[in-house]
């Protein structure tokens, strides 16, 4: 199914921190880690899939670092492009970021991506972010940020009277469900007949955890690649007949709800916030599809 040209790999779901806006409930407590034999498993079947970019992220991946190293230099043996998402807690001056990231550019990483943002830091002028990425220029690295903004009513010239509108750019899933969907101006179930995040139907990007999910969305799993190689799940995706995957594709996370039969009468803020919350009433029914169970919180099921 598709055309498969990227993998998201989600080193570890181990975090420094727990933001309010993590799609994977994300911590210090949270538990999944790639071994190094795990890694170069998944990486040897990336690119039997024909799989042409690899993204490195978590959690966090710094904590994992001679993992990380290893990961990098694996994809790029096979000639992978190679990629990696970071908070950048590791920047505590330009000289020692300097001194984190110049074995990466080493091993072959072609790019950085840093999360800059409030989540990750209220001051933006002592942003370790900043300092990571001026440590890449001088590296010859490339480097881009990552930056989220929290959920808010927003209102302007020539709206419809009694439209609600959110802004910023959080997808309400995960524990931002949680934290960060209080207070915000909702809409009637029926108004979510799409899924507008990600390409349910074609994916040219999959994710995939250390206990090998291979996801289409965080917490959608479409196979296992420790059970099945990864371009045998890809060839095997067939999302009309997905559980989850097949009513969005229909209808959205509006007929997600309808498919099987669950509580209409709430309004929600967003197509996500109404899938997640679906999908999360669902868990026990679709234990192979939804998980790992941890991505879903502490309180789900």
Known sequence: MGDLKGLHVLLTYTCLYECDHCFLYCGPSAEGTFTLEQVETAIAQADGAGVEELFFE???PFLYYPLLEASVRLGKSRGLSCHLVTNCYWATTVRDAELWLAPLR????????????AFHCEDPGRSPARRAREAARNLGLAADSICIEAPAALAWPGQTKGEPVVGGDVLLKGRAVEKLAA??????????????????????RVHLDPFGNVFVCQGVSIG?????????????????????????LQ??????????????GEDYVSDCHLCYLVRCRLLDRFPEQLCPRQVYGPGAG
């Open 58 to 60: 978590g959690g966090e």
């Open 106 to 117: 080493e091993a072959g990483l072609d790019s950085l991506s840093v999360s800059d943002d």
């Open 183 to 204: 207070g915000l101006p909702r809409r009637p179930f029926s108004c979510f007949t799409e899924c507008t995040g990600e390409e349910l139907a074609s994916p040219s």
């Open 224 to 248: 296992n690649i420790w059970r099945t190689p990864l371009a045998e799940v890809m060839a095997a995706y067939d999302p009309s007949a997905h559980p989850i995957v097949g009513p969005l």
């Open 251 to 264: 209808g959205g996370p509006a007929a997600l709800a309808e498919r099987y039969g669950l509580p209409e």
